[in-house]
C-alpha cells in the first residue's frame, strides 16, 4: 500500500454522474516476496503491476472457526475460564479475526509485543520482516489471571457474556504500562484518549494466543453492510479488474480538500500507465475520541458524496475499516497503511499530521506534521508502499475554497484540518460536512 500525500493540479473536484448505488469490496492470495534492508532508503519508484499487493506474510489469515466444526468449539469453550472483552478489545478481535493485522493470528504474546513496541515490525520465521507498530493486546487482571491458573486456553465473552471466541496455547506476561505508552506515544502525558480508554485502567497482566473466533463480531448498528472484509475488498477490487487501489482513511466528514486529493491521486495514476486505478474510501470504524464525528453521522456523509457524484461510485469503494484509533501520528499511521496493504491497496494517500492530535497538556501539536509521511517512506516493512509526492492543498482565502498550495503567494493560504474546514465556507461537498457533524453535536447532546 502506498504512502501517497496528493495533491491535484484542478482547484475543483471533478463532478461524476449521480448513483444510487454505492459499491464495496474481496481477496487474492499471491506469493509475498520479502527483501531485507541493512539500513531504511526512501523510496521513489514506482513499479506498475496489474494484480493486487500481497497480503502480509504471503496469505490473508483467517481466523474464523469452520462452521462444521462450530458446535463443538462452542462445547468447549462452555467448559473454559472466561474473560470478558471490552468494547475496545472487541474491536481489536474483530480486527484480527479477518486479517486485517496478517500474518498475527491472535493476541499478541511477549516476543510480538516487545517488537511491536521496539521495532516497529515482526521478524517471521523465514527471517523476513513486516509491518507492525501498533500492539494487539488483551489485558487481563491478577483476579482473571488466578482463574485461568495453569490451563493453556481460555474463552472470550462479550459484554452480553455470550463466547465470542477461544484463545489457545496462551502466554501470560507483565503489562508493563508505562513502557507500552511511552514507545507507542512518545510521551506519557496525562490526557492522551486512547490510554485513558483502555490503558491506564486496564489489569497489570497481558494474555496472548492464537485465536479461534465462533461469532463474528457483528455491531447492528446499520453500517454491518459498509464492514467489508480483507477477503472481500480484494474480491471487490478484482470483480472491478483494478490495477491500482489507493486507500484513504479519514475520521471526519470527506471535505473540498479531500477531494481534491482523491481526485487527482486516481488523475497521476492513469497518468503513471495504470489503466483502472480504484479508490478505497475507508473511514476508521472504531474507537475515536469524544470531539471527533460520530461514524453513523460520517458514513451518511460519504454515501452522499458518491450519491451527488463528488466521487465517482464506479471508481471508489466505501467500507468501515474496524480499527480504534490511537492518535500515535507516525506510529500508529504504520498501522493503518500495513492493514491496507492486506486489504489489496498499493497506494496510500498520507497528508499532514497524519494520527495525530494536539498535545493534550501544552499548547501544540503532539507529533511534526510532516513526520507522518517521512515514517511511511522508510518504515521497516513497508517497503512494498508506493510514495508519491505530496503537493499540498490549503485553504485559498482569495477564492474561499480549497486550492493547492502556491508557495509564490503562501500569505494567501491557510493551513486548516479537517475540523475546521468544517467552520468555513468551502461549498457544497463542505456544507454535507457541516450538517453532519451539526447533527453529530445534535446526538451528542441527547446521548
Sequence with gaps: ??????????????????????????????PLRHRRRPAPKIRHATRISASLIDPDGGKL?????????????????????????????LQWLHVLSEGWASPLKGFMRQSEFLQTLHFNSLRLENGSVVNMSVPIVLAIDDAQKERVGSGSSVALVDQKDDVVAILS???????????????????????????????????????????????????????????????????????????????????????NGHALLMTDTRRRLLEMGYKNPVLLLHPLGGYTKADDVPLSWRMKQHEKVLEDGVLDPETTVVSIFPSPMHYAGPTEVQWHAKARI????????????????????????????????????????????????????????????MAFFDPSRAQDFQFISGTKVCCLNLGYLV???RNSRANSIDYQSLA
Design 1 to 30: 500500500m502506498a504512502s501517497l500525500s496528493i495533491k491535484t493540479s484542478t482547484p475543483h473536484p471533478q463532478t461524476f454522474p449521480k448513483s444510487t448505488n454505492p459499491h464495496f469490496a474481496a481477496v487474492v492470495n499471491l
Design 61 to 89: 489469515v483467517d481466523l474464523f472457526v469452520n462452521v462444521a466444526e462450530k458446535d463443538t468449539a462452542l462445547s468447549k469453550a462452555l467448559n473454559l475460564p472466561k474473560i470478558k472483552l471490552s468494547k475496545i478489545d
Design 169 to 255: 496455547n496462551i502466554e501470560i506476561y507483565k503489562h508493563n504500562k508505562e513502557e507500552r505508552i511511552a514507545r507507542t506515544w512518545g510521551t506519557t502525558a496525562p490526557g492522551l484518549p486512547y490510554v485513558e480508554e483502555a490503558i491506564t485502567h486496564a489489569g497489570n497482566w497481558l494474555i496472548g494466543g492464537d485465536l479461534e473466533v465462533i461469532n463474528p463480531v457483528k455491531y447492528d448498528d446499520g453500517l454491518d453492510r459498509f464492514r467489508l472484509s480483507p477477503a472481500q475488498l480484494r474480491h471487490e477490487f478484482e470483480r472491478r479488474n483494478a490495477d491500482a487501489v489507493f486507500a484513504f482513511q479519514l475520521r471526519n466528514p470527506v471535505h
Design 342 to 401: 492486506n486489504a489489496g491497496a498499493n497506494f496510500y494517500i498520507v497528508g499532514r499530521d497524519p494520527a495525530g492530535m494536539s498535545h493534550p497538556i501544552e499548547d501544540r501539536d503532539l507529533y511534526d506534521a510532516d513526520h507522518g509521511k517521512k515514517v511511511l517512506s522508510m518504515a521497516p516493512g513497508l517497503e512494498r508502499l508506493n510514495i508519491l509526492p505530496f503537493k499540498v492543498a490549503a485553504y485559498d482565502k482569495t477564492q474561499s475554497k
Design 431 to 433: 456544507e454535507s460536512s
